[in-house]
């Protein structure tokens, strides 16, 4: 059987901290916000037991990685680095690239700018969407949205202090909040209450059984010890990202590519277009696959279906030579 194992690597200016499990095509796994490497637990071991090299980071900000103190050294251009440095670092010349939620946002960019080192992307929850006429945050400003959580992570200090109160009451709302498991009265709203963003999230009556005890408890005690103010900052970087994606308006992604996310993702509330653009966004689409009753952390409350996915979309690209092993 596998076994996953830890190392720190001077990657792109950081320490970076990666779990990693197998040999063979390397499949690099970006989680999102508020998760860790851990997040990728149940994929680390599948894809290691097929044949691949698996490499789950903690992004920047997060986990065991470097947490650079200044908001402006969190850009998309920041954490594509990162990616770009880590197979460096790891002596591997490409990767497929996998990301879930503020991860997929990395993992779409990077292979959209640097496709010799990204030969094939999955995103899970966040699709691919280009960059827009006006910021994102412009945009939310002007349609009179200044509740929608995005802005309100955008003040430095504000959100931290009411996260990291509990971080264990936070993670177990917020995972429950936003998974598939609530009633339709309790799922979450992306709009805030005047309160704040802890108000807007429902307190499970149990933790749903893709949740153990003990998975909470160890992201807990990750958050107890670095705060939440790293991945804030990659929300503070929004506008910033627009700026500097200028060069690369309409740039289109033709890598082999393929979407995961669950029927009751809140996300697609708002990215439900985005999802219907991709074959035109990304020609080289390979698939898009909604999971029925599923929410936001699809990895983890449907461990099997996303595994079976990935497998089928990684193991084409094998036997077309997309993906091999590095020598």
Not at 16 to 22: D, F, P, R
Not at 272 to 279: R, S
């Amino acid at each position: 059987m596998p076994r996953i194992r830890h190392r720190s690597l001077a990657a792109n200016g950081i320490t970076q901290h990666v779990a990693e499990a197998g040999e063979g095509p390397a499949v690099l796994l970006c989680h999102g916000f508020p998760e860790s490497w851990r997040s990728w637990r149940h994929q680390l071991l599948a894809l290691a037991e097929a044949g691949f090299h698996a490499i789950a980071p903690d992004m920047r900000g997060y986990g065991e990685t470097e947490a650079p103190a200044a908001i402006e050294d969190y850009t998309i251009l920041h954490l594509t680095g990162d990616m770009v440095g880590l197979l460096d670092a790891l002596g591997l010349p490409q990767a497929a690239i996998i990301g879930h939620d503020w991860g997929a946002s990395v993992a779409w960019t990077a292979a959209l700018l640097r496709p010799d080192r990204f030969p094939a992307v999955a995103g899970l929850s966040v699709p691919f969407s280009p960059r827009g006429p006006v910021s994102p945050v412009e945009a939310l400003r002007r349609a009179g949205r200044h509740r929608f959580y995005q802005l309100h992570f955008q003040q430095p200090g504000l959100a931290e202090t009411e996260l990291g109160r509990d971080p264990a009451v936070t993670l177990r709302r917020t995972l429950w909040s936003l998974s598939g498991d609530p009633p339709e009265a309790e799922r979450w709203r992306p709009d805030l209450p005047e309160s704040g963003f802890l108000a807007s999230l429902a307190e499970p009556p149990a933790l749903p059984a893709w949740l153990p005890e003990e998975e909470l408890a160890a992201l807990a005690a990750i958050y107890r010890r670095t705060g939440f103010t790293g991945g804030l900052n990659w929300y503070r970087n929004i506008h910033r990202n627009w700026q500097l994606m200028a060069p690369f308006q309409g740039l289109l992604l033709h890598q082999p590519s393929l979407f995961v996310a669950g029927t009751l993702d809140p996300v697609l509330g708002w990215a439900g277009p985005a999802v219907e653009a991709l074959p035109a966004r990304a020609t080289g689409l390979r698939g898009t696959v909604l999971l029925d009753g599923i929410g936001h952390w699809v990895q983890q409350e449907a461990p099997a279906a996303v595994n079976e996915a990935l497998l089928g979309f990684l193991n084409g690209l094998r036997g077309e030579g997309v993906l091999v092993a590095s020598s």
